[in-house]
């Protein structure tokens, strides 16, 4: 299977400059990219606050893992460097879905289980997939409407920054 979303974030350095380097670096692969958004962390909140966006990517010759490993070759190329669980990070690319595809696999969980949770993946996908659905849960936008209004509000849109 090779259509995907992806979710990007950063909250380190050239912030935005990290989330274009995946729309540059996925080239023709990306479809549709959603409008960044300036977001409170979440997890571990005493942090700076992130860019997020995401994008669908599709391509034939690609499968999940695919997915997984293009996203993690960027993370790298961004310098960045693991250290603490939701903790700050150059750049995050997580695989929020890839068609027809679920995986309990520990090293690729598919649908990301902390999507539903996460109304800073569900915000700008909602904006580019307005009818989208995660798998085994429904609607994304009844997902963004179940949770807690300032998980919402702590999403805000910037018209100023572009990613294409
Ligand atoms: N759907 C997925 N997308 C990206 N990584 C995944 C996915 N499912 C499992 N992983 C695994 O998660 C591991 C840790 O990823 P990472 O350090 O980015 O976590 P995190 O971003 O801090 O937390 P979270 O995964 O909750 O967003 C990776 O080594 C990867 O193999
Ligand atoms: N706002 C926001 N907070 C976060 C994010 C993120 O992408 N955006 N990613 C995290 C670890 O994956 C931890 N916290």
């Known amino acids: 299977m090779s259509r995907a979303v992806l979710s ?5 350095g050239d912030r935005l400059g990290f989330l274009k380097s ?3 670096g996925l080239g023709e692969a990306v479809v549709t990219v959603s409008s960044v958004y300036e977001t409170a962390a979440w997890g571990v909140t005493d942090q700076p606050d992130f860019l997020n966006a995401v994008c669908i990517v599709d391509d034939p010759a690609r499968d999940h893992w695919a ?17 603490q669980r939701w903790g700050p990070r150059t750049l ?10 679920t995986s309990e696999d520990p090293r690729l969980l598919l649908p990301h289980p902390g999507t539903p949770d996460r109304a800073t993946v569900l915000i700008p996908w909602l904006e580019i997939a307005p009818d989208a659905e995660l798998p085994g849960r429904g609607p994304i936008r009844d997902l963004l409407a179940a949770l807690p209004a300032e998980d919402r509000a702590g999403v805000r849109r910037r018209p100023d920054l572009r990613l294409r």
């Open 67 to 83: 997915w997984l490993r293009a996203g993690q070759a960027l993370e790298q190329a961004a310098g960045r460097v693991r250290e």
């Open 8 to 12: 990007l974030g950063s909250n380190l």
């Open 22 to 24: 995946v729309i540059d």
């Open 92 to 101: 995050d690319v997580d695989v929020v879905t890839v068609d027809g595809v």
